[in-house]
């Protein structure tokens, strides 16, 4: 309604008025004519010699004459009452006049079917004109419109076929209008003779440009604006620009055509606006909605995961130090820790973490990267023993091992740690951990800093501003939840795969929602498919359920959400299936589940699997042949 609104108004107002005339002038220098009935006689002295040029006029046989003065002029009394006939002297002070020239926004001349002055307009009297307002006609070239000087008419030089029957226009040379009016053809003109011979040879051709009415052209943009918005919601936004771009062209081009064969002038410059403009609107009108539906996507996905914890990735934490501590300090039973960084664009390290000890703790003074012993470790680009004081307040035993952490030629710091040997201490082992861990440091504090550099570039304010990201766009924030979502189901995802038991879930259609890879290894070893099978397939083939057992079976684990332990044979095998019902009614979807049940949950357990890989296995099998009694008797 708005959208309507603003067309209404504007088309109202005519905001547009000047775009359609400008446009209405490049198609007027599209038609050419060049034949016209009216012939413009120029004068040099129209006031005294008037009489003797419309006497040698009428010897020609016009059709009719017209003199044009600014002066109210009349015939002598030695011409003929009848010749007078075809005579029209057109002034204020006279009866009729020549009706004033309106300026159409500047590029035309509008003939109005009224005229306010005190004298009645002389077309009406000459032409049959209608009772509309209409824009002069410059489809004539200026070149075809037939024009003498009266000199030339005394000495009789023009044949009579050029003004018998013609309507001829005599008035003074040179008689401007003070003014400049721009018309098609005639650009900046102050020739006033030529402005009204152009409107009688418009009125004799009867070939006046008519105007659309604005409520014809309201009707015209609404029905416009309705079909260009089912257009452009079914198209994207860069097909919508080639289809207004396109309807651009078409607009102009059905212009033309009905300019030049019903002379009735469209408004096609507002048509062109109203097509971008309402395609405009729509992008506009779209983005609102699409920000409106990702603000509630964010607000939905932030609610689902609130209370489920997600660890921060490694490259989004403030310092990527303290989990590098955290991961040698379980990983590895050393006594002292002290991590150091390389300053950027210099040879200078910094302390950064200790573990185990304190950053004061390091005896050695040097902080330069290329001198010993950093340098000695760096040329051996391994572990290496500190021979030299490094840490103070060494213990009985304590021996001093530095590293470089480096990844692709980039030094990125160095591992000082200290580690007491004892009788089951493998130095080889030792060396090899402590490289593979600090090539693995390395190359984490290396992608770490390309990606710090990169968003550093990137939130820069300059940065920001020309990408047009000073505020974080929804869509990032919408990445950001739902790669939070994916961490999260990923890892669960993870967890449900390498589940020792084949497990497989079923929704309560019939349809497989999960398996892990356990249950394709125990499908594909007993060949029998899976995805072809329902839950009632599945419980009729691995047991020994006929199939109105197993649906009561499956209907009191729906409708109770209860359980069920079943024994289950393939081929030579035994399992312990446990069939049991995924409870919604706590989590309830967005789409509903029936019998707040999400689905149902069959698990295998082969427990001669799981007794094989215990260490001490028989020990463990007499353990539950003596505890059996027991439970059965709490059974019974």
Request: charge should be negative; charged fraction near 15%; include cysteine.
């Amino acid at each position: 309604m708005m959208l309507f609104s603003t067309i209404i108004v504007a088309n109202s107002l005519s905001l547009f008025h000047s775009v359609n005339a400008l446009l209405y002038s490049q198609l007027a220098h599209l038609t050419q004519s060049q034949q016209s009935e009216v012939v413009l006689i120029e004068s040099e002295h129209l006031s005294r010699e008037h009489t003797e040029i419309v006497k040698q006029l009428q010897t020609y046989e016009p059709s009719h004459i017209i003199v044009v003065s600014n002066e109210q002029l009349q015939l002598n009394n030695d011409v003929s009452k009848s010749d007078q006939k075809t005579v029209y002297y057109p002034h204020p002070d006279n009866d009729y006049c020549l009706p004033t020239l309106n300026d159409w926004a500047g590029y035309n001349i509008e003939i109005t079917s009224s005229d306010k002055t005190r004298c009645h307009s002389i077309w009406p009297l000459l032409f049959k004109t209608q009772n509309t307002t209409a824009l002069v006609n410059f489809e004539l070239a200026p070149a075809a419109l037939p024009k003498f000087s009266a000199e030339r008419l005394m000495a009789m030089d023009i044949m009579a076929s050029q003004l018998q029957n013609k309507f001829i226009i005599l008035g003074q040379k040179n008689a401007g209008l003070g003014v400049s009016l721009n018309a098609p053809k005639l650009s900046q003109s102050t020739n006033y003779l030529l402005l009204v011979a152009y409107i009688a040879d418009t009125l004799q051709k009867e070939n006046a440009v008519l105007i659309v009415q604005p409520w014809q052209s309201t009707l015209l943009f609404l029905c416009l604006s309705i079909t260009l918005l089912f257009a452009y919601q079914k198209l994207s936004i860069v097909y919508s620009l080639v289809l207004a771009s396109v309807l651009s062209i078409a607009w102009f081009g059905l212009s033309y055509f009905v300019l030049f064969f019903q002379y009735v002038f469209l408004p096609v410059g507002q048509m062109i606006v109203l097509t971008f403009y309402t395609l405009l609107w729509v992008v506009v009108i779209r983005k609102l909605n699409e920000e409106y539906e990702l603000v509630n996507l964010i607000g939905n996905i932030q609610q689902k995961m609130i209370g489920r914890y997600l660890p921060q990735s490694f490259i989004s934490q403030s310092s990527p130090w303290d989990s590098i501590t955290r991961l040698i300090s379980q990983q590895l039973a050393l006594n002292k820790s002290i991590f150091l960084a390389r300053k950027e664009g210099e040879h200078r390290l910094s302390e950064i973490r200790a573990v185990n000890c304190h950053l004061t703790d390091i005896q050695e003074m040097r902080r330069d990267y290329k001198r010993p012993p950093y340098s000695d470790a760096l040329k051996a680009l391994t572990v290496i023993a500190i021979e030299r004081p490094f840490f103070e307040e060494l213990g009985e035993g304590e021996v001093q091992y530095i590293v470089p952490l480096t990844y692709a030629g980039d030094v990125r710091g160095f591992w000082a740690m200290t580690v007491t040997p004892n009788e089951d201490f493998n130095q080889q082992a030792f060396e090899k951990n402590v490289n593979a861990f600090a090539g693995q440091v390395g190359e984490l504090l290396f992608h770490y800093r390309i990606y710090e550099s990169q968003t550093s570039i990137n939130n820069s304010t300059l940065s920001r501003l020309l990408t047009l990201t000073l505020q974080e766009p929804l869509s990032q924030k919408v990445k950001t939840s739902i790669t939070e979502m994916e961490q999260k189901l990923t890892t669960l995802e993870h967890v449900f795969n390498h589940i020792r038991s084949a497990t497989i879930l079923f929704n309560l259609f019939g349809q497989v929602v999960q398996i892990n890879k356990a249950l394709e290894e125990l499908a594909s070893r007993h060949q029998f498919s899976i995805f072809e099978m329902t839950a009632l397939d599945l419980l009729c083939q691995v047991t020994n359920l006929d199939i109105e057992t197993a649906k009561g079976k499956l209907r009191y684990i729906t409708l109770q959400k209860g359980e069920i332990y079943l024994e289950a044979q393939l081929d030579n095998q035994v399992y312990i299936l446990n069939v049991r019902a995924v409870d919604s009614a706590s989590v309830q979807s967005a789409s509903g589940e029936p019998f707040q049940v999400s689905g149902i949950l069959f698990e295998f357990v082969d427990i001669a699997s799981l007794i094989s890989q215990m260490p001490n296995s028989k020990q463990l099998i007499d353990a539950l042949n003596r505890q059996q009694p027991l439970t059965t008797s709490l059974m019974e």
